[in-house]
């Protein structure tokens, strides 16, 4: 006899992709490439949301999820707890947005977003994110390229000395 198996599936998070909610506001990161590197420029975007919270407990499991109309945001980005980069604080009309970056240094990023006049009081709500960055090839690339280059070279030398050696049959 056989029994049915239940399956579980789940999606991949991105490594550079996270979401953080603070009161009624989520913030979700991610980057393009999943994985950026180190001195070329990837898409780092932006998403705001609102948690409308129920008024009360009879109707607090319809609480709505929804992109804000608009927001002001500003980030700074920070390497062994220096500020490298900042994104001057910007008004968007939509609960979207994307920018092009480049991080200089690999190793972990962290990238404070603020968002500004949605807190309590209309006070500033600060969103901490770590973004990896690698260099893909590292020092090992120029050693490849080289090698490459030295290989092709000796084979060439090589087949020119043993085409000389081998002389025609007349």
Do not use: C
């Amino acid at each position: 006899m056989m029994f049915p198996t239940v399956n579980y599936a789940s999606a991949h998070n991105n490594l550079n992709s996270d979401d953080q909610t603070i009161g009624n506001y989520e913030v979700q990161v991610a980057t393009d490439p999943e994985i950026p590197e180190a001195n070329h420029p990837f898409k780092l975007s932006f998403r705001v949301l609102n948690h409308q919270s129920a008024s009360d407990i009879w109707n607090s499991f319809n609480t709505q999820i929804s992109e804000v109309s608009g927001f002001r945001m500003g980030v700074r980005i920070y390497y062994n707890d220096q500020l490298v980069g900042t994104i001057p604080v910007q008004s968007f009309s939509k609960g979207e947005w994307s920018t092009e970056y480049t991080f200089h240094e690999t190793g972990n990023h962290v990238v404070d977003v603020d968002l500004y006049d949605v807190g309590p009081n209309g006070k500033t709500l600060t969103f901490t994110y770590n973004i990896t960055v690698l260099n893909v090839f590292g020092n090992i690339f120029p050693y490849i390229i080289s090698s490459g280059g030295i290989a092709f070279i000796v084979i060439v030398v090589w087949a020119w000395i043993t085409r000389k050696k081998v002389k025609p049959k007349h």
